[in-house]
């Protein structure tokens, strides 16, 4: 019988090699912990590589005044981030509607597809159906859905101003992507629409580890349907919510495609995100100094935003 | 076969995972061209863009010795110039790129990515058979760094059939431009489509508007900057464009419509007129619509036109200048043009114009002689200043701004662009 060489217990190993504890000559501390970095070392040079390597480039372009195009580039120290925060009319904007954008396609979702993995947990006819059709839109290519949107939106022959109509509510008939009051929410429609479906998966996941005999002991107790969930599904599902809302909440501080697929950041200026306004900035403009300190800003509101509220979740958890 | 990974295994397996994007890459760049490829990028679609396939086509039969590499992408400026950009500045350049003048091309030519042409200029004498004006378009800073293939002369192109059906006729005077809307709002049809989601159709109209209000010369001081925005010329312009938004003489809700539904808007006879080039003549034709072309009324003197350039450059990374100058003047040569040239706006002096094949272009080529020109105004800004000015007429459209604040605003924007 030949012995594993993986998943094998440290004692065995040492054994193996000759070397009780103890009893003879031991190997420097550091170097007995080499062949686990070895395992490491694939993951951390296409970590080192594509990831950190990236950052650390980034934030030092956030510093300097590059177009993007030629080698040149001259260090103008803080001005990029003085200028985003001080000076930016149209950062601010964006900022505000990345706020919205977050708050809505994250508790809006999140709930939506709580209450749909609830339903669909049950035994009811058709489930395996819904499931799938409630799922699909967050499997469609993101361009395909914006693409669905707009023609949905569309002023005059779109299904919503449609819809409207016909049910006699004329007045309400709008231009949804053309008008800069109504094109943040038409976007942030769509958002939702998309995002629901991942959600739903998770939590019914989740469902399904919650013990049977939990609720079996609940409705034995006479508890109702409220009490059973507020009782036993939301704490069944603590682990749940950390990674939807932590996914879901670093996916809208993030959010590019949608707006720039469905308004382009307008009208005007209306609809801009971070992440628009950084790609306008870099490859439009050519200013990829500036679209760099743009990007360290959101990365650095992501981190700042996502990673104290998943501690306290997990902590809470725990 | 024991099913058990092996360490060795594991990171064997790890790395060559990891070098596999590594090899493909190498690998694939390999096979992309060969080093005597030409490899051409052009934004033409529809059928500008086959009959340059076929000028190629036809160029290779005499030429065997390089390969000619075509691609191509649509979607206007800004989805091609991302491309192109990635190109220029990753080092993965074609031997000739297509692009607009002015300063959409300026930040290439700026980046030193363009090589300069004045030396095939001289050694094919380009200065004899191109127009002028073209030529002038393609050139900074004293050098000529591309070669103009395309002038596009902007007007209002119009159904035939509903203008037609209403009695009306093209117009010579501004006013009789605003009758023709009022004729046409009236009887249900919109007047003018224009999709504003990229902001740049729309822009062409306010920019007629201003030819109109300004007249030529201040028109063009305001374009280059040298004069301020913050006047009531540039004020009534704006007042005039709100007055179409709110009279209904454009499409309900079209800052947040695409240029290709405003078009379709136009083919499906929803719409009468469309601001356009004559290089639509293309696609009118496949659509069996009887088009006709006029020049905005201004009532400027001297009369103009609005145009644009487009040209073809060589990156200064291709090893391949001289046989991309060798192509490119087979192609603008008045035999070559006009047997491949599609809409017909070429730049070559003397090609005999066929009213037959191109009736919309031939109309627009004796418009030519007896206009003058001014350059559009994304190619007059740069990209921010020209972004500044959309979020201005997005919000004179929706009406959050006065005209009168619209003009300050815009002098604000130009004074932030030059600090």
């Known amino acids: 019988m030949s012995t594993p060489l993986l998943n094998t217990p440290a004692e065995t190993v040492e054994k193996r090699v000759g070397h009780a504890p103890g009893t003879g000559r031991r190997r420097p501390r550091a170097f007995r912990h080499l062949r686990g970095y070895m395992f490491l ?41 003085v200028r985003f925060f001080l000076y930016d009319e149209v950062a601010r904007t964006a900022l505000l509607n990345n706020l919205i954008w977050t708050v809505a396609t994250v508790a809006v979702p999140t709930a939506i597809g709580l209450l749909l993995a609830v339903a669909l947990n049950e035994r009811i006819r058709g489930r395996l159906f819904f499931r799938s059709v409630f799922y699909a839109p967050g499997v469609l290519p993101l361009v395909g859905v914006a693409l669905i949107w707009s023609w949905l939106y569309s002023p005059d022959f779109g299904l919503v101003n449609e819809f409207l109509r016909t049910i006699g509510l004329h007045d309400f008939a709008r231009p949804w992507l053309g008008d800069p009051n109504t094109a943040l929410f038409a976007v942030v429609v769509a958002g939702i629409w998309v995002r629901t479906g991942l959600p739903m998966l998770l939590y019914l996941a989740g469902l399904q580890a919650i013990p049977r005999d939990r609720y079996e002991a609940a409705r034995v107790d006479g508890a109702g349907p409220w009490h059973i969930f507020r009782h036993v599904t939301m704490p069944g599902l603590r682990e749940t919510h950390v990674v939807v809302i932590s996914l879901t909440l670093v996916d ?62 997990r902590k809470r958890a725990s | 076969m024991t099913g058990q990974l092996s360490r060795r295994g594991f990171l064997g397996g790890a790395a060559g995972a990891l070098s596999l994007p590594f090899l493909s890459s190498c690998m694939s760049g ?63 350049a074609p031997d000739i790129f297509h692009d607009w003048g002015g300063e959409l091309a300026a930040p290439f030519i700026r980046s030193k990515l363009v090589a300069p ?35 596009r002369g902007l007007g209002i192109v119009y159904r035939k059939d509903i203008f037609g059906e209403h009695g009306l006729g093209e117009a010579t005077s501004y006013e009789e431009l605003e009758d023709i809307c009022e004729t046409l709002h009236s009887a249900g049809i919109v007047p003018m489509a224009v999709g504003g989601s990229h902001a740049w159709h729309p822009m062409r109209l306010v920019q007629f508007l201003l030819e109109h209000t300004a007249g030529p010369s201040l028109h063009d001081d305001l374009l280059a900057l040298r004069t301020s925005w913050k006047r009531p010329e ?55 619509i009887d088009a006709g072309v006029f020049v905005f009324p201004t009532d400027a003197k001297p009369p103009r036109f609005m145009s644009y350039v487009e040209q073809l450059m060589l990156p200064v990374t291709s090893a391949q200048h001289d046989v991309a100058a060798q192509f490119i003047d087979w192609y603008v040569r008045p035999q070559t043009q006009q047997k491949y040239y599609a809409s017909g706006t070429a730049t070559i002096k003397g090609i005999p114009e066929d009213e037959s094949a191109w009736p919309l272009t031939y109309e627009w080529q004796k418009i030519k002689k007896s206009h003058e020109s001014y350059l559009i105004l994304d190619q007059a800004f740069d990209k921010e200043l020209a972004n500044s000015y959309f979020a201005i007429q997005a919000e004179l459209a929706n009406g959050s701004t006065t005209p009168k604040q619209a003009a300050a605003d815009m002098q604000k924007a130009v004074e932030s662009a030059a600090s």
């Open chain 2, 30 to 92: 390999a096979q992309s061209s060969g080093d005597s490829d030409l490899r051409v990028f052009m934004f033409l679609t529809g059928s500008d863009w086959t009959a340059f396939k076929g000028a190629a086509k036809a160029y290779q039969k005499d030429h065997r010795d390089h390969d000619m590499v075509l691609s191509h992408l649509g979607g206007g400026a800004t989805v091609y110039l991302d491309k192109l950009r990635t190109q220029l500045a990753g080092g993965s």
């Open chain 1, 252 to 313: 809208a501080l993030k959010v590019f495609d949608l707006i720039y697929a469905m308004t382009y950041g307008g009208p005007g200026n209306a609809t801009q995100v971070p992440a628009t306004w950084m790609y306008f900035n870099t490859f439009q403009f050519y200013k990829a100094g500036y679209g760099s300190a743009i990007a360290i800003i959101i990365a650095v509101l992501s981190i700042a935003v996502a990673i104290p509220y998943i501690m306290i979740l």
């Open chain 2, 117 to 151: 042409l004045d030396k095939y200029y001289e050694q094919y004498g380009w200065e004899n058979i191109l127009l002028s004006d073209a030529v002038q378009m393609c050139s900074m800073r004293g050098k000529r760094y591309g070669v103009p293939v395309a002038l």
């Open chain 2, 234 to 288: 540039v004020e009534e312009c704006f007042a005039l464009f709100k007055r179409w938004v709110d009279k209904g003489w454009l499409p309900n809700g079209f800052m947040g419509t695409t240029y290709d539904s405003a078009l379709l808007q136009w083919f499906q006879g929803k719409a009468a007129m469309f601001p356009d080039s004559p290089t639509l003549e293309g696609d009118v034709r496949k659509q069996g």
């Open chain 1, 41 to 81: 070392v694939p993951c951390l040079i296409a970590y080192g590589g594509f990831l950190i390597w990236p950052l650390l480039n980034s934030l030092y372009l956030s510093f300097t005044d590059w177009n993007g195009l030629t080698p040149r580039m001259n260090f103008v120290g803080l001005a990029n981030y």
